[in-house]
């Protein structure tokens, strides 16, 4: 299984950036998938999940209007839109994949333990910055 986000880097605030994630080795739309990021000093934060289809999201209550998820199974490939960046975005990202095919969701505060997910990329990183 891998996993390869890509898109990450140097965006002014109130900018935009499409991250993807490449998955191989397994078969991708078995699985639902989701992006969680970790900014330094903190733990990882939970920003949105995508069924095997396509058609059922879940997204974090503070990312909501921001960020997007989307997948295209015939690449292989899931996707983090994100709008309307602050300086707080400032971290990791992840692309992970789910443990069966429909996605679930945390709380905000909710602790997000890696062993809830079957694989992690390397991670891209977002800076946010004037």
């Known amino acids: 299984v891998q996993l390869v986000e890509s898109g990450g880097g140097l965006v002014q605030p109130g900018g935009s950036l499409r991250l993807s994630c490449t998955a191989s080795?397994?078969?991708?739309?078995?699985?639902?998938m989701h992006w969680v990021r970790q900014a330094p000093g903190k733990g990882l934060e939970w920003l949105s999940a995508?069924?095997?289809?396509?058609?059922?999201?879940f997204t974090a209550e503070s990312m909501k209007g921001r960020f997007t998820i989307s997948r295209d199974n015939a690449k292989n490939t899931l996707y983090l839109q994100m709008n309307s960046l602050k300086s707080e975005d400032t971290a990791m990202y992840f692309c992970?994949?789910?443990?069966?095919?429909?996605?679930?969701?945390?709380?905000?505060?909710?602790?997000?333990?890696?062993?809830?997910?079957?694989?992690w990329g390397q991670g891209t990183q977002v800076t946010v910055s004037s």
């Open positions: 995508i069924n095997w289809d396509g058609r059922g999201t």
């Open positions: 080795g397994f078969t991708f739309d078995d699985y639902a």
């Open positions: 992970a994949k789910g443990r069966t095919a429909l996605a679930h969701y945390y709380r905000a505060n909710d602790v997000v333990p890696a062993t809830d997910f079957g694989a």
